[in-house]
């Protein structure tokens, strides 16, 4: 069966990502046909230049970090409920998580490719907007006490998954997945006075699609 235009184009994004992981930020064009088993002309034939398609490979991260996790909270669960789930989810899968290893990569050369700055920005604010609106439901019925304001506690749970996320694609030895959610755990119950609860498993699935 032939593969349609669609599926070249999510083939492409997946060889994107791997040759990011293998090579850095500065990988090239060539460098991602290798991977994808084409020719550069084949991949400009989907995407007009490599910033365009890394910026695109990272969309499915976006979606991930933001969406994805927006939807798992949408339900009925309580504010503590829902700013556990966010937070298990908020992190790699291991060292080995192809998208966040693409954050890493792009956030790194950010200071030399604006799009990527803007992109991460983005995925940023978006999320610290995600927070507040969870601590910001918790506080106005009851179940938080915040001791900062509620964008001050949003912003270091977003920096304290980015720090730890990094440190996991790093290898750190003592940093997985779920001492990583204990450590900001740790800080979200001193700035909400809310003892939270470990991630339960009959809760709506706080994993990602790959």
């Avoid at 998954?161 to 790093?170: F, H, I, L, S």
């Avoid at 003592?174 to 991630?199: E, F, S, V």
Wanted: glycine share 8%; with cysteine; proline share 6%.
């Amino acid at each position: 069966m032939a593969v349609g235009r669609k599926q070249r184009r999510e083939n492409l994004l997946a060889a994107a990502q791997r040759a990011v992981a293998e090579h850095g930020p500065d990988v090239r064009l060539k460098d991602v046909a290798e991977v994808a088993g084409l020719t550069s002309g084949a991949v400009l034939y989907h995407f007009p230049d490599i910033q365009t398609l890394l910026v695109e490979a990272n969309r499915a991260g976006m979606e991930r970090f933001y969406d994805f996790r927006l939807k798992a909270i949408s339900g009925s669960i309580t504010p503590d409920r829902k700013l556990v789930v966010t937070i298990a989810s908020g992190l790699p899968r291991d060292s080995e998580d192809e998208a966040v290893r693409l954050l890493c990569e792009l956030g790194g050369a950010a200071g030399r490719y604006p799009r990527y700055a803007a992109m991460l920005t983005s995925l940023y604010d978006r999320q610290v907007a995600m927070y507040q609106v969870i601590l910001e439901d918790g506080a106005a019925s009851g179940v938080f006490t915040l001791a900062q304001p509620s964008q001050t506690v949003a912003r270091n749970i977003v920096a304290l998954e980015d720090a730890y996320g990094y440190r996991m694609v790093a290898r750190h030895a003592t940093i997985d997945h779920p001492t990583a959610t204990q450590l900001i755990l740790d800080y979200a119950r001193l700035a909400t006075g809310h003892p939270l609860d470990q991630p339960d498993p009959t809760l709506p699935d706080t994993g990602a699609p790959a």
